[in-house]
């Protein structure tokens, strides 16, 4: 079985400071995708970046971006130039390769962008 | 629609009292998922429907929880005799067709459910 683990609760960050949020997974799987997700208080998740396992560049989506190491089975988020509006939880979640319905999902991260 | 739609957005029940929770996927979208995020947890998954196929229900946690979904589109989550520990809110998320390389899940703004 897969498991996703978010060992950081909660966190906190000044507006404008970089912040990073870790994620470790378990799976015997070659293929498989990673994600995290945000959900502001608004309850709606949506994506904030993606990471094929395959591919050894992290992924980078603007002030977001991935460190992504394999062997570790380890996915930290990285959250540059913090702004008011990343205040959410954050989820880390694994997918294996072409199985649509199996998605695991960490526990999540509550991030706190002090002004 | 232009996203997931979920109703209702909040319902407040009373124990014992039997629910309809309703989630109209994106046009298009051939699987459809329920969550389940209870208060400091993560997502609990509950059931998956991808196309004409049987639904994946390994995830519900009950007799009491059901689902269908019609016409491949709309799902309604049913819980029955509620319970106080039922009380989540529950995610409904499309996804386009299963070989979709990008695995993205699309989400509602979910179903707040209390249970008194």
């Known amino acids: 079985a897969q498991t996703v683990t978010q060992s950081q609760p909660e966190m906190s960050v000044q507006e404008a400071e970089t912040v990073t949020l870790s994620c470790t997974y378990d799976t015997s799987e070659n293929n498989y995708y990673l994600f995290w997700y945000k959900q502001p208080p608004s309850r709606q998740m949506i994506l904030v970046i993606r990471?094929?396992?395959?591919?050894?560049q992290n992924a980078t989506e603007n002030r977001f971006s991935v460190n992504f190491q394999k062997a570790a089975k380890s996915f930290s988020l990285k959250i540059s130039d913090s702004q008011l509006g990343d205040t959410a939880m954050y989820f880390c979640a694994f997918m294996k390769h072409n199985t649509g319905n199996q998605f695991y999902f960490g526990t999540g991260t509550s991030l706190t962008v002090i002004p | 629609g232009a996203g997931v739609s979920q109703s209702p957005s909040n319902k407040v029940t009373e124990k014992g009292k039997d629910v309809e929770l309703r989630c109209d996927p994106i046009?298009?979208?051939?699987?459809l998922y329920w969550y389940r995020q209870s208060l400091g947890q993560g997502l609990e998954f509950l059931i998956y429907f991808q196309g004409n196929s049987a639904p994946d229900k390994s995830g519900l946690p009950s007799d009491r929880f059901s689902a269908e979904r019609t016409g491949g589109s709309v799902s309604t989550l049913t819980i029955q005799r509620t319970q106080q520990e039922d009380s989540a809110v529950y995610l409904c998320?499309?996804?386009?067709?299963?070989?979709?390389?990008?695995?993205?899940?699309?989400f509602g703004e979910g179903s707040r459910l209390t249970v008194l």
């Open positions: 046009s298009g979208h051939t699987a």
């Open positions: 990471q094929e396992a395959y591919k050894q």
């Open positions: 998320a499309s996804s386009p067709v299963l070989s979709s390389p990008t695995g993205e899940l699309f």
